[in-house]
């Protein structure tokens, strides 16, 4: 039994290890067979990389072979390139010096010339000095010789020769300006007349007539009693708070309200119809509608001041101009209202400028404003003129000079200096000189006449004098004995100069000197 199982056992470890023998045996058998697989292999993709070897570096050969050629192509390329610039720059710097050497030479023929024309000036200037004093001793010698001759001195001849030049030169001037006056009417006067006409007929305006009152009107005569107030007093609260006369008379159905300004009877009409229409009416309620009216019409002459100059076209106005171009709508000039007539010469300027070829936007603005000194602010800008107020603030508010100028001179208290200064005093005399314009005062009109008629009587030779059409024409007539025709001429130049120098007038005035010469006989 036991010895069974140690066959078995041995048996089994004699299985095992022969076992184990031939499996190391096929293993080793497959291990070769593998190594012999792996070195073909090897050896032929050894000598498959060896022929893609070759073949890369065949081809990389080939392509360093081109790109060597290229950089070769290129590089002598830019050789030649540098050889042609540098070949170029030879051939400028040869020219170059060709030139200078050209320019050289010029130069010391021009240096040479020169010195030659400064010896030969310098020799020419020596002998004029000569021949200078020389001529002066002449000179000397037959002034000399004339004063011996004529018993007359130098000094004495030369006052005898200025006397009689001076009559014959006045004679001579006074002749060249009456044809230099007749040829510009012929020339100038048509033209003239036909800008103006046709100006006035483009510009198509209405005439308003301010006067000192405004009228009131109520629907019924119990208002005035309100009005009135108790022992008057509303009457002279509103009295007070705008500074205007309140007249409450036995006129039906309306209050007069008196004031020479138009912006102080403004308010109190429009305060007036406002108490009228709340009921209310006393004292503390007339000085509150009083302030509110004065701040709405403040903002209404600000609107006005727009309009208008939105309505001309004027563009960056000062505030300020803007603000006292709609006071002018509360002012007048000889009843005329002050805002139509700027209006209108702004009108008027900007259409004849046009027609002169000139600025006509400048025209129409210095036409505007040429009257924004008649709006003064306080009582100190009363005492100066108008012309030169509004001047000074044309120029505070940053105005051109060319309007600056032409506010101020158009009514001759500065000198013109610009084109644009004549053609705005004639404008304001177009709108303002035309019958129902304006309203002016019957003394000063007629004391105007008499003025015109002493200025004629002022000159010696006058007989009478008399200022007709309204003192557009001056008629004067001379003693035929003590003035002759050319002193006719002289003496209507003279007296319409008198006149243009002394007096301020609206137009023009047309001095006529009539010379009446008489022969009579009897026959008996």
Request: proline share 2%; charged share 30%; hydrophobic share 40%.
């Amino acid at each position: 039994m036991d010895n069974s199982i140690i066959f078995a056992v041995g048996g089994v470890i004699l299985g095992l290890a022969i076992g184990f023998i031939i499996a190391k045996t096929l293993e080793k058998n497959n291990a070769s067979k593998l190594i012999k697989n792996a070195k073909k292999n090897a050896a032929s993709i050894l000598k498959q990389a060896n022929l893609e070897g070759e073949s890369i570096k065949k081809d990389k050969m080939l392509q360093a072979k081109e790109k060597f050629l290229e950089l070769k192509a290129e590089h002598e390329k830019v050789i030649l390139s540098r050889d042609k610039k540098m070949s170029e720059a030879e051939k400028r710097t040869r020219d170059k010096e060709s030139q200078i050497s050209n320019e050289l030479s010029k130069s010391k023929k021009s240096n040479d010339s020169l010195e030659s024309k400064i010896k030969d000036y310098n020799h020419r200037l020596d002998v004029l000095e000569s021949k200078q004093e020389e001529v002066e001793r002449l000179h000397r010698s037959q002034v000399q010789q004339l004063e011996v001759i004529s018993s007359l001195s130098a000094e004495e001849a030369k006052e005898q020769l200025v006397e009689s030049l001076k009559g014959e030169a006045k004679n001579d001037a006074m002749a060249f300006i009456q044809s230099s006056l007749e040829e510009a009417k012929l020339t100038a006067e048509q033209d003239a007349k036909k800008i103006i006409i046709n100006t006035i007929q483009r510009i198509g305006t209405e005439e308003a007539v301010d006067n000192c009152v405004s009228v009131f009107n109520i629907e019924s005569d119990d208002v005035k009693g309100r009005i009135i107030g108790r022992e008057g007093r509303n009457i002279r609260a509103i009295e007070a708070a705008t500074g205007v006369e309140i007249i409450v008379d036995d006129t039906p159905e309306a209050i007069i309200l008196s004031c020479f300004d138009s912006v102080r009877r403004e308010i109190a009409r429009l305060s007036l119809h406002k108490l009228v229409t709340d009921g209310r009416i006393h004292p503390a309620r007339i000085e509150e509608i009083v302030k509110k009216t004065q701040k709405q019409i403040e903002q209404e002459i600000i609107e006005v001041g727009k309009r208008t100059v939105i309505d001309l076209g004027i563009h960056n106005l000062h505030p300020e101009l803007i603000k006292m171009v709609g006071r002018m709508k509360y002012r007048s000039s000889y009843g005329q209202n002050l805002l139509q007539h700027s209006r209108e010469v702004a009108k008027l300027c900007g259409v004849m400028a046009a027609e002169l070829g000139l600025n006509p936007k400048l025209a129409k603005r210095a036409g505007l404003l040429h009257d924004i000194g008649k709006v003064p602010d306080a009582e100190t800008d009363m005492e100066t003129p108008h012309a030169i107020l509004g001047m000074q603030w044309a120029e505070k508010y940053g105005e051109k000079d060319d309007v600056i100028n032409a506010i101020g001179a158009h009514h001759d208290e500065i000198e013109m200096k610009s084109l644009l200064a004549p053609i705005i005093q004639v404008c304001d005399a177009i709108s303002g000189a035309r019958p129902g314009a304006r309203r002016q005062v019957l003394d000063s009109y007629i004391q105007r006449l008499k003025d015109l008629e002493e200025i004629a009587f002022g000159f010696s030779g006058v007989k009478k004098a008399y200022a007709i059409q309204a003192g557009r024409e001056l008629r004067v007539i001379v003693e035929s004995e003590k003035v002759n025709d050319q002193t006719a001429a002289d003496l209507s130049f003279n007296i319409s100069q008198k006149i243009q120098t002394d007096m301020t007038y609206p137009g023009q005035v047309k001095v006529t000197v009539i010379r009446e010469t008489r022969a009579v006989n009897i026959a008996k």
